[in-house]
């Protein structure tokens, strides 16, 4: 089974902390993405990646940077995070296909920002 | 990617048929039709996905019309941990990420 991990389920920070979201993966997948998502607006897509060193910006990447250095970790930071950042974050990861490429999702992140 | 239509909500009785709607009126001729679902506090999880064909795996079947201007998700006989958003969303052939719409929130009730 594909396995996503993220670092941590729940995660309080400070206005102005830089804070970095960790996402694994296990099966040697070639893509990797990050989406926000809260009450009211769905799932938002910030920053993907299809290749170790290439990111791609999403639709909501203000504010956000990501970091591929590993195939298997999407790394995603907040430069400076703000209280409009509290959210829940979702790691996805996939292997390309011809519209037939399946996302497998992580348990998501909390993060409150105070 | 073309947009989809789903009604907001649905109410299904546990072990009933649950049929979930979806418009996608505008599908274009290499787009896919995917459904996943979000159980409450977890990440979205894979369903099923087809083309043209009607599909089914051991999750559900997924009716497409044959038009492919909409389809329908069924799960046979629904249970209580079926209650989720459930996500139609179609997608062209290309390595292009996902896009979510809003849903359907399925509630199933015993």
């Given amino acids: 089974d594909v396995k996503v991990t993220q670092s941590s389920r729940y995660l309080v920070k400070r206005t102005g902390e830089k804070v970095f979201l960790e996402c694994v993966q296990d099966m040697d997948h070639e893509n990797m993405f990050w989406y926000r998502q809260d009450p009211g607006l769905g799932l938002r897509l910030i920053y993907f990646s299809y290749d170790v060193k290439m990111k791609e910006k999403g639709d909501i990447p203000e504010g956000y940077s990501v970091s591929r250095e590993k195939k298997e970790r999407f790394s995603l930071i907040l430069e400076s995070a703000s209280t409009n950042q509290t959210s829940m974050y979702l790691c996805a990861s996939s292997s390309p296909g011809q519209g037939t490429e399946t996302q497998y999702f992580g348990p998501g992140t909390r993060l409150l920002v105070l | ?110």
């Fill in chain 2, 1 to 110: 990617d073309a947009k989809t239509t789903q009604p907001t909500s649905m109410d299904c009785a546990e072990g009933r048929a649950a049929n979930l709607p979806c418009n996608h009126s505008t599908i274009s001729g290499n787009e896919y039709v995917y459904w996943y679902r979000q159980i409450h506090s977890q990440g979205p999880q894979y369903i099923i996905h087809g083309l043209k064909n009607n599909e089914t795996n051991e999750m559900a079947s997924l009716i497409i019309t044959e038009d492919r201007k909409s389809s329908t998700l069924i799960l046979p006989h629904a249970t209580l941990r079926d209650t989720a958003v459930y996500y139609c969303i179609v997608r062209n052939s290309g390595n292009t990420p996902l896009v979510f719409g809003k849903g359907t929130r399925l509630s199933v009730i015993a």
